[in-house]
């Protein structure tokens, strides 16, 4: 079946525009995530979606980053006057119902975010 | 706090060789940890966990992980690696007492050579 998609593949931007990327989770997965791998680093947690609860932002680095999941499904991670820094690949991932936070998490392939 | 550590940037094996590629961890509560590994160009893939039971888990690939909860470690390993196994791995671990966060270690890039 169809993994997790993301859109776009690559994204270069002019320092402070702002930036939409898109994430399409597997189907009948209820719990969505948002992680960000900068060049020659490990995965850093975002905000992370699980059915119609809250999210937990916890994650988010800054007020120019926020995230929706409308209809329980399609995610868009927005990133407000980007900066330099925030030049990396961001990665969705989405796990099914069931078993809570032990369940593996799919991942997309990830937009690759370039900042000039 | 939860944290991961994954103490080789790099570990080079030869082709039928075995493979171990090392994970620690820190947690407060109960550690739920797990293995990813990312082939170039693609995006990255469950290879196995460990939630609870026997220390011994075996996943994807022919992979397998020993939790030393002692030791705090669950490092990865291969009774015989393939070239095919060459790819950037990650650790990770959620704390079981606290919230929703999957700490990744930074990363351990295996080559295995023909």
């Known amino acids: 079946g169809a993994g997790v998609s993301q859109s776009p593949s690559n994204k270069v931007t002019e320092k402070g525009k702002d930036v939409e990327l898109r994430c399409d989770p597997i189907s009948g997965h209820t719990a969505l995530y948002w992680y960000r791998q900068s060049l020659g680093q490990g995965l850093e947690f975002l905000i992370y979606f699980q059915g119609n609860s809250a999210p937990d932002k916890s994650g988010l680095p800054s007020d120019r980053f926020s995230a929706e999941r409308t209809g329980g499904s399609v995610s868009t991670l927005t990133i407000q006057r980007t900066q330099q820094e925030d030049s990396a690949v961001y990665l969705c991932a989405s796990s099914p119902p069931g078993q809570g936070l032990v369940n593996e998490q799919y991942f997309g392939p990830g937009t690759r975010l370039t900042v000039t | 706090a939860q944290s991961v550590a994954q103490p080789e940037d790099q570990v080079n094996v030869a082709e039928g060789n075995p493979l171990t590629v090392k994970c620690t961890y820190s947690v407060s509560g109960n550690p739920y940890l797990f293995w990813y590994v990312q082939y170039p160009n693609r995006g990255l893939q469950f290879l196995l966990k460990y939630i609870t039971g026997d220390n011994l888990v075996k996943g994807s690939y022919g992979f397998e992980a020993e939790f030393n909860k002692s030791q705090t470690s669950f490092h990865l390993k291969k009774p015989s690696a393939l070239v095919s196994d060459s790819a950037l791995y990650f650790c990770?671990?959620?704390?079981?007492?606290?919230?929703?966060?999957?700490?990744f270690g930074g990363g351990t890039r295996l080559m295995v050579k023909p």
């Open positions: 990770a671990v959620r704390d079981g007492n606290a919230g929703n966060m999957l700490t």
